[in-house]
């Protein structure tokens, strides 16, 4: 294993010792937990804003999330770094066939040609994995915690692959537009959990259209607010050197800036 690895994971247990942090001593799992998504969108946040260095530093506060994870386990009796390690190595293996095995080794056919073909082995073999026979859906595998939108597309990706799904792109369009129609005559009810129940289906139906549209929902979403973000910074700048506060303009000035 590499010794810088190593390096860290022994920082990782000096913090948790006898004479380690405070802080750190006194966390669980469960305190943890929003550190842990915290640190997975900075990491996307760096992707996005495509600066190789704090990528860098944003991986890295991943992983020590990771190993403090490790570290808790290991405490408890239950696992170690090593241990995740040598797990995350046999399943992508194992799942990996084409790669990793006797097929692959001798150049015999039957090697999956595209990733579609792959992605199709791939749950074959999730499938037939103990953890996974246990599950009585194939939505089953699809975490709860996931934002609703990311877990939305995956509900949806997972019901795809066993049929359940529009063949063409109008069914979609329709579909949405339906929505629409439903969602303003809710609205028109004036009942809050009608309207509620209406807008969410809406959501789905959008969710769906950019599926077909081979669009990530979450991501064409982040990147929306990232746009809004951008030109409220710029109205504001704009309005700073008029020396007008926005709080002091009508909607009019601020859509005209």
Not at 147 to 172: I, N
Not at 205 to 234: G, I, Q, T, W
Request: charged share 35%.
């Amino acid at each position: 294993m590499s010794k810088r690895f190593d390096d860290l994971a022994a920082v990782m247990e000096r913090l948790r010792g006898k004479n380690g942090c405070p802080w750190d001593k006194e966390q669980t799992r469960e305190s943890l937990k929003p550190f842990l998504l915290e640190e997975a969108y900075e990491v996307l946040e760096a992707i996005d804003d495509g600066d190789p260095e704090i990528l860098k530093e944003e991986l890295g506060d991943l992983l020590f999330q990771i190993l403090f994870h490790s570290e808790i386990a290991e405490e408890r009796g239950e696992f170690g770094i090593e241990d995740v390690l040598s797990c995350a190595i046999d399943k992508m293996t194992r799942r990996h066939p084409h790669v990793f095995g006797a097929a692959a080794s001798s150049g015999r056919r039957g090697k999956p040609a595209t990733a579609k073909e792959v992605l199709a082995r791939w749950e074959e073999l999730k499938r037939g994995e103990k953890r996974n026979r246990k599950r009585k859906s194939v939505l089953d595998g699809v975490p709860k915690p996931l934002p609703a939108l990311m877990r939305a597309y995956q509900l949806q990706t997972r019901a795809s692959r066993v049929g359940f799904d529009w063949k063409e792109m109008g069914p979609v369009w329709s579909k949405v537009r339906e929505e629409i129609k439903e969602l303003e005559h809710a609205i028109g009810t004036g009942r809050s959990r009608e309207i509620q129940a209406e807008f969410g289906d809406l959501f789905f139906s959008l969710v769906n259209m950019a599926r077909f549209l081979k669009l990530d929902p979450e991501e064409a979403l982040r990147k929306a607010n990232r746009r809004f973000v951008e030109r409220f910074h710029y109205m504001e700048k704009r309005a700073g050197k008029s020396r007008s506060p926005l709080s002091e303009m009508t909607l009019a000035e601020m859509d005209r800036l």
